[in-house]
């Protein structure tokens, strides 16, 4: 006799202990992430920048790629999370942290999560597509089997003015 009710969700697994927070090294990972958004706006790309580290050990970094690849999965999150986890061999990033210049979207939060990533810090909300805290609190979803330490606003008004900068250049008239 089959004692499982269908209307029953799975009780998520306990909590791995928080990663230790490191300002320090959170605000030089964030610089990184900068320096990479401003690649990415250089190359005609959406200026989003990310870095995995462990520790002060920065495992892997990217941006987004999205029109040079012609691939809509190519944000900077995915790319990170994709080599952080070749560098690793292992796709279980629980001792790792992600500083990325803007707040994770739908599909990036959901890998975050799906990653098992232990922190993740981010620059600037983003009030249309944010899937962090802004539209969606993913990241903090009881229902779902893990749970990130989130820290939002680091650094945020560089993060949001690359951001300006490049969307008020792409409106403006050109000679």
Same mark, same amino acid.
């Given at each position: 006799?089959?004692?499982h009710d269908?209307?029953?969700?799975?009780?998520?697994?306990?909590?791995?202990?928080?990663?230790a927070?490191?300002?320090?090294?959170?605000?030089?990972?964030m610089?990184?992430?900068?320096?990479?958004?401003?690649?990415?706006?250089?190359?005609?790309?959406?200026?989003v920048?990310?870095v995995?580290y462990?520790?002060a050990?920065?495992?892997a970094?990217?941006?987004?790629?999205?029109?040079?690849?012609?691939?809509?999965?190519?944000?900077?999150?995915?790319?990170?999370?994709?080599?952080a986890?070749?560098?690793?061999?292992?796709?279980?990033?629980?001792?790792? /942290?992600?500083?990325?210049?803007?707040?994770?979207?739908?599909?990036?939060?959901?890998?975050?999560?799906? /990653?098992?990533?232990?922190?993740?810090?981010?620059?600037a909300?983003?009030? +249309?597509?944010?899937?962090?805290?802004s539209?969606y609190?993913?990241?903090?979803?009881?229902?779902?089997?893990?749970?990130?330490?989130?820290?939002?606003?680091l650094?945020?008004?560089p993060?949001?003015?690359?951001?300006?900068?490049?969307? +008020?250049?792409?409106? /403006?008239?050109?000679?």
């Amino acid at each position: 006799m089959d004692t499982h009710d269908p209307n029953t969700l799975p009780q998520p697994a306990p909590a791995e202990a928080p990663i230790a927070a490191d300002e320090a090294t959170d605000r030089r990972m964030m610089e990184r992430a900068i320096e990479l958004a401003g690649a990415a706006a250089r190359g005609d790309e959406v200026p989003v920048g990310a870095v995995i580290y462990r520790g002060a050990d920065l495992i892997a970094e990217a941006h987004n790629l999205r029109e040079c690849a012609s691939d809509p999965t190519a944000h900077a999150e995915i790319l990170a999370l994709r080599l952080a986890a070749g560098e690793l061999g292992t796709w279980r990033l629980s001792d790792c /942290s992600m500083a990325v210049t803007l707040e994770p979207c739908v599909m990036c939060a959901g890998a975050v999560v799906n /990653s098992r990533l232990g922190r993740l810090v981010y620059g600037a909300a983003d009030p +249309k597509a944010g899937a962090v805290e802004s539209l969606y609190q993913i990241c903090a979803d009881t229902r779902l089997n893990h749970r990130p330490l989130v820290v939002g606003g680091l650094m945020a008004d560089p993060c949001g003015q690359i951001l300006r900068d490049f969307f +008020k250049e792409r409106r /403006s008239p050109g000679p």
